[in-house]
């Protein structure tokens, strides 16, 4: 079945550490996106890529990068800028055409140590 | 730039009941609008979406919902609720011509027997 995996389910940072979340899909999608979500703040986008090696920063970049060097893989690094690192971190993708809807992998669930 | 907001962080109805969420949007171009719904610690999916034409939309699950741009609403409905509707449900908004989205805050619907 096609859809989009997410790893790890449950994550945990320490102090100063850098972590990467992974996910990948395999619906042929161009479209990827990362979002946060936070208990009563729905969700925020973070960075979003419609092509491969090209992205673009969403409404809460700051403490996160990202990378786009193949179509089915987009990777999130919450580096030790991100000063709130704790939340509930989805990727999505679409075939990138206005009007399609996203679909979503299981999440991933940071923490702090 | 485009806003969506939910009427009421959670809603209670009775199993058998009318199921009514309520999504206002703003956009400054016309819109795409979404519904999707989570369950705990899963990723969302898409319940039902409005592009262009029938304003009154069916999804999955029974659920349906009607754009108004005389209202700038696209509310959720479902006739009777059913003890699995319990989730929580994200509207969603897209400018025509893009693939990002700006989501609500979201609403949790709670059903009791």
């Known amino acids: 079945d096609g859809g989009i995996t997410q790893s790890p389910k449950y994550l945990f940072r320490k102090e100063g550490q850098n972590v990467t979340l992974s996910c990948e899909q395999n619906l042929n999608h161009d479209a990827m996106y990362w979002y946060r979500q936070d208990p009563g703040q729905g969700l925020r986008l973070i960075y979003y890529s419609q092509i491969v090696n090209d992205f673009q920063k969403g409404d809460i970049a700051e403490g996160y990068s990202v990378s786009r060097e193949k179509k089915e893989s987009f990777p999130l690094t919450v580096t030790s800028a991100q000063k709130n690192p704790t939340a509930f971190y989805l990727c999505?993708?679409?075939?990138?055409?206005?009007?399609?809807?996203?679909?979503f992998g299981d999440g991933t669930r940071l923490s702090i140590l | 730039a485009q806003s969506v907001t939910q009427l009421g962080s959670h809603v209670s109805v009775s199993e058998g009941a009318l199921v009514l969420l309520r999504c206002n949007y703003s956009?400054?171009?016309?819109?795409?609008l979404f519904w999707y719904v989570q369950y705990p610690n899963q990723g969302l999916q898409l319940l039902l979406k409005y592009t262009t034409g029938a304003t009154l939309v069916k999804g999955i699950n029974g659920f349906e919902a009607e754009f108004k741009k005389s209202e700038t609403s696209f509310h959720l409905t479902k006739p009777s609720a059913h003890m699995s509707d319990a989730a929580e449900y994200f509207c969603?908004?897209?400018?025509?011509?893009?693939?990002?989205?700006?989501f609500g805050k979201g609403t949790m619907l709670l059903v009791s027997p």
């Open positions: 969603a908004v897209s400018p025509q011509g893009y693939s990002t989205l700006t």
């Open positions: 956009s400054s171009v016309p819109p795409y």
């Open positions: 999505a993708s679409s075939d990138g055409q206005g009007g399609q809807p996203q679909h």
